[in-house]
């Protein structure tokens, strides 16, 4: 008996598991072929041009043992493989079910093929992935100040010289604005760079990202701790001693460290920082202070080392409440009547001044919080 001819369309772009199963399981109709959108038709459907050129993408979908015949769809719009249905004649249309559309349906309809929609099924043993997914973790990625912030401000740390502690997160979401993530600063960096973590060497990347963000005649330079934070992955120490950068950086990027920090650290969102806000209008730099901020650094730091979660709290809390004798509108009396009922999980900081998140660090699972990934 004749087998069946099966047609799939799609972008298959950064191709992966999710992807061979799908053909995989679409070849059990008949004979596949495959029509891959073109780079213009993507750009013109999602926006922006496509990670591999056209070419590279029906390279990679042939060598697929599933695949009869793959193909650059010569259409455009939704339905780029039509003025192609003439040459594969297919007896079957298969898609996945987020790829369903009714003007394929109807297209069916009209040509006597048989339409067929699939649920995403991962093979067995393997995890479910999707492209849209797999983009999203090659975004831009966020900065996480955990302790010790202010600190790469030469102004706090030639009074006393200490480190501050930040690690790098997947861009698993869109953060809030003005809510201490380094947004400010990760804007600046897609505009060098476009929504993608850059390659080459990440110290120098992070020096460019800085230089930047603070053209001469910058009147308030955006600290470095932001820029290193967006660029290094994993934990990172940053020891400042009076300068912009620091003096020594110190790096923790092994899977069961950063593994480890993705399950303690949760965050609760806050209302942002209003516009104008000026944490900075009331200063009081104390060195026993400062030296309070300092210690806080040190201690988060030797906690991640130890995967101790009690001491990462107390980390965090007392470079909260540090930040509050050293800048007092840093931390507003409204932050404090809320942070009160995180008092029973190992401890708490904020990842914006007057704002942003609260960053609770927790061996067990807080209900509503938001889950972070340490990039590693």
Same mark, same amino acid.
């Given at each position: 008996?004749?087998?069946?001819?099966?047609?799939?369309?799609?972008?298959?772009?950064?191709?992966?598991?999710?992807?061979?199963? *799908? *053909?995989?399981?679409?070849?059990?109709?008949?004979?596949?072929?495959?029509?891959?959108?073109?780079?213009?038709?993507?750009?013109?459907?999602?926006?922006?041009?496509?990670?591999?050129?056209?070419?590279?993408?029906?390279?990679?979908?042939?060598?697929?043992?599933?695949?009869?015949?793959? /193909?650059?769809?010569?259409?455009?719009?939704?339905?780029?493989?039509?003025?192609?249905?003439?040459?594969?004649? &297919?007896?079957?249309?298969?898609?996945?079910?987020?790829?369903?559309?009714?003007?394929?349906?109807?297209?069916?309809?009209?040509?006597?093929?048989?339409?067929?929609? /699939?649920?995403?099924?991962?093979?067995?043993?393997?995890?479910?992935?999707?492209?849209?997914?797999?983009?999203?973790?090659? %975004?831009?990625? @966020?900065? #996480?100040?955990?302790?010790?912030?202010?600190?790469?401000? &030469?102004? +706090?740390?030639? +009074?006393?010289?200490?480190?501050?502690?930040?690690?790098?997160?997947?861009?698993?979401?869109?953060?809030?604005? %003005?809510?201490?993530?380094?947004?400010?600063?990760?804007?600046?960096?897609?505009?060098?760079?476009?929504?993608?973590?850059? $390659?080459?060497?990440?110290?120098?990347?992070?020096?460019?990202?800085?230089?930047?963000?603070?053209?001469?005649?910058?009147?308030?330079?955006?600290?470095?701790?932001?820029?290193?934070? #967006?660029?290094?992955?994993?934990?990172? %120490?940053?020891?400042?001693?009076?300068?912009?950068?620091?003096?020594?950086?110190?790096?923790?990027?092994? $899977?069961?460290?950063?593994?480890?920090?993705?399950?303690?650290?949760?965050?609760?969102?806050?209302?942002? %920082?209003?516009?104008?806000?000026?944490?900075?209008?009331?200063?009081?730099?104390?060195?026993?202070?400062?030296?309070?901020?300092?210690?806080?650094?040190?201690?988060?730091?030797?906690?991640?080392?130890?995967?101790?979660?009690?001491?990462?709290?107390?980390?965090?809390?007392?470079?909260?409440?540090?930040?509050?004798?050293? =800048?007092? =509108?840093?931390?507003?009396?409204?932050? /404090?009547?809320?942070?009160?009922?995180?008092?029973?999980?190992?401890? @708490?900081?904020?990842?914006?001044?007057?704002?942003? @998140? /609260?960053?609770?660090?927790?061996?067990?699972?807080?209900?509503?919080?938001?889950?972070?990934?340490?990039?590693?």
């Amino acid at each position: 008996m004749k087998k069946k001819i099966v047609l799939v369309s799609g972008c298959f772009d950064l191709l992966h598991a999710g992807h061979i199963a *799908f *053909f995989k399981q679409a070849s059990s109709y008949g004979r596949l072929y495959v029509a891959v959108g073109a780079d213009k038709n993507i750009t013109l459907l999602k926006g922006k041009a496509p990670y591999f050129s056209q070419t590279e993408r029906v390279y990679m979908v042939n060598a697929v043992r599933y695949v009869e015949e793959a /193909f650059v769809a010569s259409g455009s719009g939704v339905l780029d493989f039509e003025p192609d249905l003439a040459r594969i004649k &297919p007896n079957v249309l298969i898609v996945n079910s987020d790829g369903h559309a009714e003007e394929k349906e109807k297209i069916c309809r009209e040509n006597n093929i048989e339409y067929v929609v /699939f649920d995403r099924v991962p093979e067995k043993g393997l995890p479910a992935r999707s492209s849209s997914a797999t983009k999203k973790e090659l %975004r831009f990625p @966020y900065r #996480l100040c955990l302790a010790g912030g202010w600190l790469d401000q &030469p102004w +706090v740390s030639q +009074v006393y010289p200490g480190p501050v502690v930040v690690v790098q997160i997947r861009p698993t979401r869109d953060f809030q604005d %003005r809510a201490g993530l380094a947004t400010s600063s990760r804007k600046v960096a897609v505009a060098l760079w476009g929504d993608q973590y850059p $390659k080459g060497d990440p110290m120098k990347n992070a020096k460019y990202l800085f230089g930047a963000e603070n053209p001469p005649g910058t009147r308030y330079v955006s600290g470095s701790q932001d820029h290193l934070g #967006l660029l290094l992955p994993g934990a990172n %120490r940053l020891y400042y001693d009076g300068d912009f950068w620091p003096s020594q950086i110190d790096s923790s990027t092994d $899977k069961e460290t950063c593994d480890w920090l993705s399950r303690v650290i949760h965050l609760i969102s806050l209302k942002p %920082r209003p516009l104008g806000y000026d944490p900075l209008a009331t200063k009081d730099l104390r060195e026993s202070y400062i030296k309070e901020l300092a210690e806080a650094g040190e201690l988060c730091w030797k906690s991640i080392s130890s995967h101790d979660a009690k001491g990462l709290g107390e980390s965090l809390k007392r470079t909260l409440f540090s930040w509050r004798k050293i =800048l007092p =509108l840093a931390v507003p009396d409204w932050i /404090f009547e809320n942070a009160s009922q995180f008092d029973k999980y190992c401890g @708490y900081n904020t990842t914006g001044c007057g704002g942003g @998140y /609260f960053i609770v660090v927790s061996e067990e699972p807080i209900k509503g919080a938001i889950h972070i990934k340490v990039r590693y």
